[in-house]
């Protein structure tokens, strides 16, 4: 079995996802974000995606599109998920959402701990 995610996992998130998304942020956070946080990213209408694996979220991804300028926010993968690629996805993804909106810059500001 192949456990490569591909295009079709790959979906905007909703609040209905809040709390698997709550629960990988746990895991893999050392200062996770609030559910009130990823609430009102999607409120705001910030980009959120997340990868779906059999009907479970498995990484998400919040970016922020301004103009000519985006900024990923939070990028989590599961932990028994990361090393496959995953998280690059959703980084190709908000490229392309990025690039669709007419952004000419992407900023991810990383802890040197990642």
């Keep these: 079995m192949d456990d490569r995610p591909n295009k079709k996992l790959v979906r905007p998130m909703v609040y209905a996802d809040l709390?698997?998304?709550l629960e990988i942020e746990r895991q893999v956070t050392f200062q996770p974000w609030t559910q009130n946080a990823f609430s009102e990213s999607l409120k705001v209408g910030y980009q959120c995606w997340v990868i779906e694996d059999n009907?479970?979220?498995?990484?998400?991804?919040?970016?922020?599109?301004?103009?000519?300028?985006?900024?990923?926010?939070?990028l989590g993968v599961l932990d028994s998920r990361q090393g496959q690629g995953i998280g690059r996805v959703l980084v190709k993804t908000a490229c392309?959402?990025?690039?669709?909106?007419?952004?000419?810059?992407?900023?991810?500001?990383?802890?040197?701990t990642n």
Excluded: F
């Design 19 to 21: 709390s698997e998304v």
């Design 55 to 74: 009907s479970r979220v498995i990484a998400y991804l919040v970016q922020s599109i301004c103009t000519e300028e985006s900024h990923i926010l939070n």
């Design 96 to 112: 392309a959402a990025a690039a669709n909106n007419g952004v000419i810059q992407i900023m991810l500001t990383a802890r040197s």
